[in-house]
């Protein structure tokens, strides 16, 4: 069975880290293009960053406006996980926070995958609050 699972969310104080892990199982990780979307109450569900699959030689990223400068997405195929590390962080990025993937087949790029939210998987969520 195909699974994603978020984890590192929590509550941490503005200016605060935090680093978001999205762990696969029941599939190879790096055959897919992965993507970190996040909803806030009573918004809809925004891409903040995605990230090409593993069968690139070069990764492509591709970063909200918002997020640009603080949050770094990465990758580590032998664990099967995908990171997001988010610094700098403002009561504004509260929100429970998505990982996604989408099949490395297509002509998909990852600015398209985060921006039209195209995704194949979704997983369960984790929250992420921002709060002195």
């Known amino acids: 069975q195909l699974q994603l699972v978020e984890s590192g969310g929590g509550l941490v104080q503005p200016g605060g880290s935090l680093r978001l892990s999205c762990a696969a199982s029941g599939f190879t990780l790096d055959y897919y293009r992965i993507g970190w979307f996040r909803q806030a109450p009573g918004k809809e569900r925004e891409g903040v960053s995605c990230?090409?699959?593993?069968?690139?030689?070069?990764?492509?990223?591709y970063y909200a406006d918002s997020v640009k400068g603080r949050f770094t997405i990465s990758r580590d195929n032998a664990k099967n996980t995908v990171y997001l590390q988010m610094n700098s962080l403002k009561p504004e990025d509260k929100a429970v926070y998505y990982c996604?993937?989408?099949?490395?087949?297509?002509?998909?790029?990852?600015?398209?995958?985060?921006?039209?939210?195209?995704?194949?998987?979704w997983g369960q969520g984790t929250q992420v609050t921002v709060s002195s």
């Open positions: 996604a993937a989408l099949t490395r087949a297509g002509a998909v790029t990852v600015q398209s995958m985060c921006v039209r939210t195209i995704v194949g998987y």
């Open positions: 990230i090409s699959s593993g069968a690139s030689s070069t990764y492509y990223t």
